[in-house]
């Protein structure tokens, strides 16, 4: 069963502008990632935020975690085309181990 | 780093064909995934090895899926016979260890479609 629930299914911006992503959960994580995948890079690992963290920097990642609502967005600032890609957050299952991901957000990014 | 390793990565099959799926993870991660993706949708593990363990098997349809991880390094995913609805991605993935938060290094993946 599907943990994460990425929000909106799609969006459309212009380079430079932000992309806000949002991601829900249903029970109580330990930590939650972000992960990016394209035709060119296949599924690639962008940030893990952890429990105890509201908010994360990587580059132009934001990450943001509310425990209390049980969720997280992702904002990527100064968009560029090569942002192009599906963006999916991840918990852990309940063993800890493997990860369940969300149906993810398609981002499109035009010049 | 070499990065995760997969193979073939398109396949086409006839339904009630078998086929099978070769991965090699990073060297020195001990913890191997295999996750299918149907399109329009997020990965969904199918197995997982710790070693050449299995820790978690509970999604993988036992009936036409099975793998394997010999030696504790390559893993084989067969599906035998294959139905209709199998078409998808299937991604390997491997990290140290268990237990979160290891990071996840996913391979290109194989693209099956059943006709």
């Known amino acids: 069963s599907q943990q994460g629930e990425e929000d909106p299914q799609a969006l459309s911006i212009q380079e430079g502008e932000n992309a806000t992503m949002n991601c829900s959960y249903k029970t109580s994580i330990n930590n939650l990632q972000w992960y990016r995948q394209n035709s060119g890079r296949g599924l690639v690992h962008l940030i893990l935020i952890r429990s105890n963290e509201r908010e994360k920097h990587s580059g132009r990642l934001r990450v943001t975690l509310d425990t209390s609502k049980k969720s997280s967005s992702l904002l990527i600032t100064a968009s560029r085309a090569a942002d192009t890609a599906s963006y999916f957050c991840?918990?852990?299952?309940?063993?800890?181990?493997?990860?369940?991901f969300g149906k993810g957000t398609t981002l499109s990014v035009s010049s | 780093e070499a990065g995760v390793a997969q193979s073939p990565r398109y396949k086409i099959i006839e339904k009630r064909q078998s086929v099978a799926f070769w991965c090699n993870p990073i060297?020195?991660?001990?913890?191997l995934y295999w996750y299918q993706q149907i399109l329009g949708q997020g990965p969904k593990l199918l197995i997982q090895f710790q070693n050449n363990g299995v820790v978690d098997d509970s999604q993988l349809p036992k009936d036409r899926f099975s793998a394997e991880r010999l030696k504790g390094v390559d893993s084989t995913l067969k599906i035998q016979p294959a139905k209709l609805e199998d078409s998808a991605v299937y991604l390997c993935?491997?990290?140290?260890?268990?237990?979160?938060?290891?990071?996840?290094?996913f391979g290109p993946g194989t693209r099956l479609t059943v006709t």
């Open positions: 060297s020195g991660h001990a913890t």
């Open positions: 991840a918990t852990s299952n309940q063993a800890g181990t493997a990860l369940i």
């Open positions: 993935a491997s990290s140290l260890g268990t237990g979160a938060p290891y990071e996840q290094y």
